[in-house]
C-alpha cells in the first residue's frame, strides 16, 4: 500500500509530508488531530501475526523508559489496510545530526558525545540491558533545544529478524556495517554494551571529518590490521582524538562505559581537561568487585580470561589479573604480567630451565674428540 499526504492512520494522524524511508520503512511528518500537534510517524513493513506480536511486546519494554536523551514512542498503531504497525512520536524540525557531518564544531561535537553517551548508558542500566545495535547520526534526533535524542532503540535481535523477514531484506543482523565494531564480525557474535560505543566512536569520527573511518567498512577492516583513524592537530584538540580512540578500541573491555564517556564529556565542556576516567585503579573494595562481576549475556562487556602467558593489556585497562570468560572464545588475553620479564607476577613457568655454560663446553670438546677419533680410524 502506498502512502500519501492527507491519509489518516486510526482516523487521527493525517500524513503532511514525507521525511525519509529505510530497511524496516518509512518516516512522515502528521497532523495529530486530537491534539493539533505535529508529530513524526514511523511505519514499518507489514507484518504477520506473530511479527506483530513481537512488535507490542517490544513496545511495552520500552514504554515506562523517561530520559532526557531518548526519543520516546508515545503510541503504537497498526493501519488495518496492510498490517504495518507505526509508532507516533514527537516531531524533531531539524531532523538528524547526520547533516552536520563534516561541519560540526569541536563543542557541538562534545555535546553530542555528552547526550548520546548519557541515553546509552540509561539502557545498558536497564534489566535486562537494552542494546541499541544501530547508533549512527541518522539515528540521533535534534530536539527543538538543541539537545541530542537517541531514537530506534528497544528493537532486539529477534524483532529485527521479524522485519528482515517481512522486508525480504539480506541487510545484515542489525545496524549498519559502517558502525559495527569487529567484534561484531565473529563467529559468536553476541549483543554487547561496548558494541555501541564503537559506534559513537565511529560517528564521532563521521562528524568531525565528514568521511566514515576504515573506508566504511567498520571493524571488519580493523580485524584485519587497519591502522586507528585520527584527527588532525589543526582542528580538533588531542582529547577528542584520544576519546574518539578510545571509543574505536579494537578490544571491547578497552572502550570506556557510555557512564564513563559521558561524564567525560560533561567535564570537558565544563572547560576541565581530566585524565580518562576508564583503566583507572578501582578505588574501593566494592567497586573492584563491580568491575570484575560479569553482567548478563545482553549486556556484558566481554572480558579476558587468565591464561598461564604473561603480556601487557593495551591501556586504559583496569590494573591486576581479571578471571572472567569472554564471549568471544578467540578474545583471550592474558592477565597482566611483569614489565621486566614479560611473564606473570608471580615465577617464570618450571618448564623453562637455564642450561649451565660449564656443560655446554663439555659437550662441545666430546664433539671434538669423537670427529678426531673417526678422522684417525676412517
Given at each position: 500500500m502506498q502512502y500519501s499526504a492527507g491519509q489518516v492512520l486510526d482516523g487521527r494522524y493525517e500524513l503532511v509530508r514525507f521525511v525519509g524511508s529505510g530497511s524496516f520503512g518509512e518516516v512522515w511528518v502528521a497532523n495529530d488531530k486530537a491534539t493539533d500537534l505535529e508529530v513524526a510517524i514511523k511505519i514499518y513493513?507489514?507484518?504477520d501475526e506473530q511479527g506483530l506480536s513481537d512488535f507490542k511486546k517490544e513496545f511495552q519494554i520500552t514504554f515506562d523508559f523517561n530520559h532526557t536523551n531518548l526519543l520516546h514512542a508515545n503510541y503504537l498503531g497498526v493501519n488495518a489496510g496492510d498490517r504495518r504497525p507505526y509508532l507516533v512520536m514527537p516531531f524533531?524540525?531539524?531532523?538528524?545530526?547526520?547533516k552536520y557531518a563534516g561541519k560540526m564544531a569541536e563543542?557541538?561535537?562534545?555535546?553530542?558525545?555528552?547526550?548520546?553517551?548519557?541515553g546509552l548508558a540509561y539502557l545498558h542500566s536497564r534489566q535486562?540491558?537494552?542494546?541499541h545495535q544501530d547508533i549512527k547520526p541518522d539515528n540521533?534526533?535534534?530536539?527543538?533545544?538543541?539537545?541530542?535524542v537517541i531514537t530506534d532503540f528497544g528493537i532486539s535481535k529477534q524483532l529485527r529478524a521479524s522485519l528482515r523477514k517481512s522486508a525480504m531484506s539480506s541487510a545484515n543482523g542489525a545496524g549498519s556495517i559502517s558502525y559495527m565494531g569487529p567484534e561484531r564480525f565473529s563467529k559468536q557474535y553476541q549483543a554487547v554494551k561496548a558494541s555501541d560505543i564503537w559506534s559513537v566512536g565511529a560517528s564521532i569520527y563521521e562528524l568531525a571529518v565528514g568521511d566514515l573511518p576504515f573506508c566504511g567498512m567498520g571493524g571488519s577492516l580493523q580485524k584485519k590490521?587497519?591502522?586507528m583513524p585520527e584527527l588532525s592537530d589543526d582542528d580538533f584538540s588531542p582529547t577528542l582524538n584520544m576519546v574518539m580512540q578510545a571509543c574505536l578500541a579494537k578490544e571491547p573491555w578497552n572502550r570506556p562505559t557510555a557512564l564513563q564517556l559521558s561524564e567525560y564529556a560533561n567535564r570537558v565542556l565544563q572547560g576541565e581537561t581530566p585524565p580518562p576516567s576508564w583503566g583507572r585503579k578501582p578505588e574501593s573494595a566494592s567497586e573492584e568487585a563491580a568491575m570484575?562481576?560479569?553482567?548478563?549475556?545482553?549486556?556484558m562487556y566481554p572480558q579476558p580470561q587468565s591464561t598461564q602467558f604473561g603480556r601487557r593489556y593495551p591501556q586504559p585497562f583496569p590494573p591486576g589479573p581479571v578471571q572472567m570468560q569472554s564471549q568471544y572464545p578467540e578474545m583471550q588475553p592474558a592477565v597482566l604480567g611483569n614489565a621486566q620479564n614479560g611473564y606473570p607476577s608471580s615465577d617464570k613457568p618450571q618448564s623453562v630451565q637455564r642450561i649451565p655454560g660449564w656443560l655446554w663446553a663439555l659437550v662441545a670438546v666430546a664433539g671434538m674428540a669423537a670427529g678426531?677419533?673417526?678422522n684417525m680410524f676412517v
Open positions: 513493513v507489514s507484518m524533531c524540525p531539524d531532523g538528524s545530526v547526520s563543542e557541538d561535537i562534545w555535546r553530542f558525545i555528552r547526550d548520546v553517551a548519557a535486562p540491558p537494552v542494546i540521533i534526533l535534534i530536539l527543538r533545544n538543541g539537545d541530542f590490521g587497519a591502522d570484575a562481576a560479569p553482567q548478563g549475556i545482553e549486556g678426531f677419533l673417526i
